[in-house]
């Protein structure tokens, strides 16, 4: 018979022994690493969201804390046209982001085919990334301006009668897009290529002696490799684009119709300093987020359904043959 | 020994924090009495508080002459009291951080006072600088900043509200009087367009607080009377047309009729502010509508500044011409600050307004009521420079509680006349529908405020 190891309920440690213990001390430190990065994550993240919902259901301002109006905000948002409609200016922005994911998996599969001078492409079309929003958007106003560097390169070409980028209204979201488009494409480029090289290349030997040709290796072998890593982009992007600021509010200021949800709320707040309800519309921006993200999830589990089985995890027999097992050594001890 | 080691790292550290939090407290100990600060009329610049030590901090929104011109005023005010160093800071954006930083109350010891602070919040904020009586008595302006008889700050002087013009080419367009009623500006506006290269009206359309010039017309200028402004909270449909081409329809109508007549520049989404001022200087534009403060800025933008001339809005009520007179933003001393920076920004404050160079440079009304208009005014001869009165007693913050409630954006919201200029340009809207919008949001917020409407 064996000597039983665990301290029983008779075995009093003292204070020393159970500070000195292992697994104390590694809860410890858990817990005192966490400390910091958590105070700050409430101090200025939780509570500043939950002061935010408050606000949302009074009518305050920026000096005024004004009273409580229950869920007037809200109702203004959704019946507002000048509120709500600006998530039709955010369907741009994901039709954008869409595209930004053809050409960034469009790219990524050309380099990891080998393509000469991959490198140097790669840190040109990652640079954007690195360039602050704000500057990127002067950059554009610049180029989108009446005979700024874009019409100067069209009259160059030939073309003549170029239409005002900002201006008219047919074109100028698609213009502010392209430059969101511009900014990302390389981020999301480089992301999807690290997921490339994880895939076995012994692999596209394969395929290639079987017939496949480069089209039908893409759909076949990387992307279902690599499908956590799109899904999470497309999520991301998505909610980036719900999002939008920045374009719009550097390079028209949200005129002719280009203003976002984000521009629109950045206005209630600042000059008709009507915190209250400019808070609504953020609570209201994350409950959407959330939604939309949730609603990816679900779609790509179908979208993606069959195309890979989930190998590390194993099946319910052997989940059940191991908790016999584990019952009964406990009864054996 | 780790141990040792350890527990005097975490002694240390935590010696350290407190020793973080209790640095500030000797700035804090603000709240001083009325009775230990002067009133503004009292100090005797030169003579009086020679002895008081500060560092006296002024934040300012002048980011583009702040290292130049106003550190002139501070080192000569250092010659007049070594004692007393000013020290300026410049902020960008300014309206928005300012008011932010104010809710610290250990932002510095003077700033101009920012729109978002309403009447009411300024004794929670600054000083008293004397009575309403007395400081009227002397100087412009005073109402701008007073409440309950209490004047908190004094407005850096004044501006009439007006159009800058190229007065060469308006000459050379074959106009020889300057407009009175908005259709004769417009037709002038045509005669530029036809006889000349210019640009009749330059919007400044992207720079977006350009748009908001046109709000300073909608009250004296437009109607004559200087009540409007606290008036047009118990009027129904303030933004109608009266038929006679006064009031502010008569100031969008102008601005509509404009952009939809092809008067102004080709793309208004690329219109470049810095280039305008040489511009207009050069006589590449014709007219734009602005702040009298941009008189002086046009005038050194380039080699013409005889050229440059400001001309009142082209309104005219029952035959009599008017402009409003409107304050510059107000200095204002911190309540928070101590009583010796109070006293040193006092005497600093009275010396700049009374006795530097500032409203020469500036080119605008000084703050003295007998110092000495500006000779660019010339063209306003005739016309009443009338300021808009302070609201009555117990109305005070009524007008920015129903222009906020309603959107309607009268000083604060330059993109609300933005949307008039698109709406011209694509001509999706006409002016009538527009103003019978604003005039349904106004409706709106009165009644939401339950504000009485008579009128």
């Known amino acids: 018979m064996k000597q039983a190891q665990a301290p029983t309920l008779q075995d009093k440690r003292t204070f020393r022994e159970f500070i000195n213990d292992g697994r104390t001390q590694r809860v410890l430190v858990i817990i005192l690493f966490m400390l910091l990065p958590m105070a700050l994550l409430i101090t200025f993240t939780y509570l500043p969201f939950v002061n935010m919902v408050q606000f949302s259901f009074t009518n305050c301002t920026y000096t005024n804390p004004g009273k409580f109006v229950g869920l007037k905000n809200y109702i203004d948002v959704f019946s507002r046209d000048d509120i709500f409609g600006t998530l039709i200016v955010s369907v741009y922005y994901m039709a954008g982001s869409l595209v930004q994911l053809a050409l960034s998996l469009f790219f990524a599969t050309m380099m990891v085919f080998g393509a000469k001078g991959s490198s140097i492409f790669k840190a040109c079309m990652f640079f954007p990334y690195l360039i602050c929003g704000i500057a990127v958007g002067f950059i554009f106003k610049f180029f989108y301006y009446r005979d700024g560097v874009l019409d100067t390169i069209l009259h160059l070409v030939g073309v003549q009668n170029c239409p005002l980028w900002l201006e008219n209204k047919s074109i100028n979201n698609i213009a502010l897009t392209a430059t969101s488009v511009w900014r990302y494409t390389g981020q999301n480029m480089v992301m999807f290529l690290g997921a490339m090289m994880s895939v076995d290349t012994s ?3 394969a395929a290639d002696l079987d017939g496949a040709n480069k089209g039908q290796q893409f759909r076949y072998i990387i992307m279902p490799s690599i499908r956590t890593i ?9 909610s980036g684009s719900l999002s939008a600021f920045e374009p ?3 390079i028209t200021n949200g005129a002719f119709g280009t203003g976002t949800f984000f521009v629109v709320m950045n206005r209630i707040a600042h000059e008709n300093n009507k915190v209250g309800l400019a808070s609504a519309m953020a609570v209201f921006l994350l409950a959407l987020i959330i939604l939309v993200t949730i609603f990816q999830k679900v779609f790509f589990k179908y979208f993606f359904k069959g195309s890979e089985e989930d190998t590390n995890r194993p099946c319910k027999d052997q989940l059940r043959a191991e908790k016999l097992i584990a019952k009964k050594a406990q009864k054996g001890a | 020994m780790k141990k040792l080691i350890s527990i005097l790292l975490v002694l240390a550290m935590a010696l350290t924090l407190a020793a973080c939090g209790g640095g500030n407290t000797g700035k804090t100990e603000g709240g001083t009495t009325a009775a230990e ?4 009329k009292d100090i005797k610049v030169g003579e009086d508080y020679q002895d008081i030590t500060a560092t006296v901090k002024v934040l300012t929104d002048r980011t583009d002459i702040v290292d130049t011109v106003y550190k002139g005023y501070a080192d000569a005010f250092h010659e007049l009291y070594p004692n007393i160093t000013v020290e300026y800071e410049a902020v960008t954006d300014y309206s928005e951080s300012i008011t932010m930083r104010l809710t610290t109350g250990q932002w510095g010891d003077i700033c101009f006072v920012p729109a978002s602070v309403s009447k009411d919040q300024l004794p929670d904020y600054f000083i008293p600088l004397g009575s309403f009586e007395d400081m009227d008595a002397v100087y412009n302006f005073a109402s701008d900043k007073a409440y309950d008889g209490v004047v908190h700050g004094i407005p850096n002087g004044g501006n009439p509200a007006g159009i800058v013009y190229n007065k060469r080419v308006w ?3 074959g106009i020889d009087k300057i407009p009175t009623t908005p259709d004769e500006f417009l037709e002038d506006l045509k005669l530029i367009q036809d006889n000349t290269d210019a640009i009749p009206l330059y919007t400044n359309f992207a720079a977006g607080w350009t748009m908001g010039q046109w709000w300073d017309h909608i009250f004296v200028s437009a109607t004559g009377d200087q009540d409007f402004r606290n008036s047009i909270v118990h009027y129904k449909d303030p933004f109608a047309s009266r038929g006679d081409m006064t009031g502010p329809y008569a100031v969008f109508y102008t601005l509509y009729e404009a952009v939809s007549r092809g008067l102004i520049e080709e793309a208004p989404s690329s219109t470049d502010w810095e280039w305008s001022k040489p511009a207009i200087n050069r006589g590449e534009i014709a007219a734009m509508v602005l702040g009298g403060w941009a008189v002086a800025q046009c005038q050194e933008a380039d080699a013409h500044p005889e050229d440059i001339g400001y001309m009142p809005f082209p309104i005219t009520v029952d035959g009599v011409r008017y402009a409003t007179s409107s304050s510059n933003y107000a200095f204002a001393i911190n309540k928070k600050a101590s009583t010796d920076n109070q ?5 600093y404050l009275k010396w700049l307004i009374e006795e530097s160079t500032i409203y020469q440079d500036e080119k605008c009304i000084p703050a003295r009521k007998d110092g000495e208009m500006p000779d660019f005014l010339s063209d306003f001869e005739g016309v009443n420079l009338l300021t808009n009165n302070a609201a ?9 509680d129903v222009n906020n409630e309603a959107e309607a954006g009268i000083y604060n919201d330059d993109s609300v ?6 709406c011209a340009l694509d001509g999706s809207k006409t002016l009538d529908e527009i103003m019978t919008e604003w005039n349904a949001k106004w409706t709106r917020a009165q009644e939401a405020l339950s504000v009485e409407v008579n009128q």
Request: proline share 7%; hydrophobic share 60%; net charge negative.
């Open chain 1, 203 to 205: 692999l596209y030997e």
């Open chain 1, 230 to 238: 799109i899904v999470l982009n497309m999520i991301l992007s998505i």
């Open chain 1, 248 to 250: 719009p509010y550097v």
């Open chain 2, 37 to 40: 600060v002067p009133a503004l």
């Open chain 2, 171 to 173: 000459k050379e367009a």
């Open chain 2, 343 to 347: 006293i040193a920004a006092m005497v």
């Open chain 2, 392 to 400: 009555p007693a117990g109305e005070e913050t009524l007008f920015d």
């Open chain 2, 417 to 422: 006349i933005a949307g008039v200029v698109e």
